[in-house]
């Protein structure tokens, strides 16, 4: 008894309770459940933190522990460690309070619906965090119209530096932890884009995303490539990066892709007014005039034949009412186009890879199949409408002039100094889509 009292006083005064950690990179996504959120982070301790969720700020009275996800291929800086949780089934509409761990700041979201209403998404891909990308970053801070953030592709151009996606992350945190992000892979979420084909090569993107949940619940076979549904939107998430035989037909991609339009295209057909639309997001375009003017670019940017060979004609037979995309550094909106020509019943694409990463200021001839083209620093507003039921997509140019063009480091610095300055923008396009009627033989635009 006297050793068992000496050990317990011992205790008392000697032991320490581990700190807490220090949680950062907090950002959600949707699982592809209804009333369901994944919530994600990194924290500088193994010990995993609680997520804290409540309707009332001053009652965050439902808790989730994190589970530890996988560091792939290494791809973490040294001494954090990767979390994520899904919870729910949370009440569409209603907005929730969050805390992770005991300490950290109480942050805020609302659920996000899956079936249709009006909503509003913000589109852009390219972004990294020097050149002009810091005013993309503040000017969809301070738009308050943003409800969802779809990312198509090269996120933060980490490459092989885990720094530059801790730095993304923790810049884009006031953003991405109030919203749900969904992304897709770009060339630039790889350690080497042309070793891409080995399979590892997207360790910090797999292990800083929440996809799987999102795969598991589209029945993709890989967490690159999956689709889910919000505001009456279905949308898909392609990988044009990651083995580019998968998208050809007879593949494990390709083979997704046809049965989730298939399902998608059938419903739409049920339930109209529920889930109206069909939107892919992807990297590379199928749809590009973008003429590269250096051997680097030279091949491995413009249009892409093999991508539109394999995947055009499956959009088209499902109806897909849009296709976003990245990879060129410009933006750019066809018409609606079938099979390389201008065709009523086709495709609008639109290309925003206006992120802000080295803006690409080169074009080839513009082709008939082209609406409008320039080379700026912005981002899109796609805006789902429900009377009558459309989508409406605004394209917005933002004012970079204070940081003279091909001055890497001018706006990071800039907005350092100056974090609360506001960003000019202007409608530089738009254009709204009426939903699509389909059936098994022919799809046709309703008037």
């Not at 503040?138 to 738009?143: N, R, S």
């Not at 083979?255 to 889930?275: F, M």
């Not at 789902?384 to 940081?403: A, G, N």
Request: net charge negative.
């Amino acid at each position: 008894r006297f050793q068992q009292s000496m050990l317990l006083l011992y205790s008392l005064l000697f032991f320490t309770a581990p700190a807490a950690a220090t949680v950062s990179q907090i950002h959600l996504s949707v699982s592809g459940k209804q009333g369901e959120i994944s919530f994600s982070w990194i924290q500088d301790n193994s010990a995993p933190e609680t997520v804290h969720v409540g309707y009332n700020r001053e009652a965050l009275d439902l808790s989730f522990p994190g589970v530890l996800v996988p560091t792939i291929d290494g791809r973490l800086s040294a001494n954090t460690w990767s979390f994520s949780v899904v919870a729910g089934l949370f009440d569409v509409g209603s907005e929730l309070y969050y805390q992770i761990g005991s300490g950290g700041d109480i942050l805020f979201f609302t659920v996000p619906p899956t079936e249709h209403e009006d909503y509003t998404f913000g589109f852009v891909a390219d972004m990294g965090i020097f050149w002009t990308t810091p005013f993309v970053r503040q000017a969809l801070m301070q738009d308050n119209t943003l409800q969802a953030f779809v990312l198509p592709g090269d996120i933060s151009y980490g490459d092989g530096s885990t720094t530059h996606w801790d730095t993304y992350m923790d810049l884009m945190q006031p953003l991405f932890s109030r919203m749900p992000l969904m992304v897709c892979p770009g060339n630039h979420e790889t350690v080497d884009e042309h070793k891409v084909w080995e399979g590892k090569e997207y360790g910090a993107y797999r292990t800083r995303f929440a996809t799987q949940p999102l795969a598991t619940n589209s029945r993709s076979p890989s967490p690159l490539y999956y689709s889910f549904d919000m505001a009456g939107v279905h949308f898909l998430a392609v990988n044009t990066e990651y083995d580019r035989e998968s998208f050809q037909p007879g593949q494990p991609q390709y083979n997704w892709i046809e049965n989730d339009l298939e399902s998608a295209a059938a419903r739409r057909a049920l339930q109209p007014t529920v889930y109206p639309f069909i939107v892919v997001f992807e990297h590379r375009s199928m749809y590009s005039s973008y003429q590269a003017q250096d051997s680097m670019h030279a091949g491995n940017h413009g249009h892409d034949t093999v991508l539109r060979a394999a995947l055009e004609p499956l959009y088209l037979a499902y109806g897909v009412d849009l296709v976003v995309c990245g990879h060129d550094h410009q933006y750019e909106r066809t018409f609606p186009v079938a099979n390389g020509t201008t065709d009523a019943n086709g495709i609008i694409h639109v290309q925003l890879g206006t992120g802000g990463h080295n803006i690409y200021w080169s074009f080839g001839p513009q082709p008939p199949t082209t609406a409008v083209r320039d080379a700026f620093t912005g981002y899109g507003r796609l805006t789902v409408r429900s009377s009558p039921p459309r989508l409406s997509f605004e394209m917005l140019k933002l004012d970079t002039s204070v940081c003279p063009a091909g001055d890497e480091h001018c706006s990071y610095n800039y907005f350092e100094n100056s974090p609360r300055m506001a960003v000019g923008s202007s409608v530089f396009d738009s254009f709204e889509l009426n939903a699509k009627t389909f059936t098994t033989t022919t799809t046709t635009m309703t008037t």
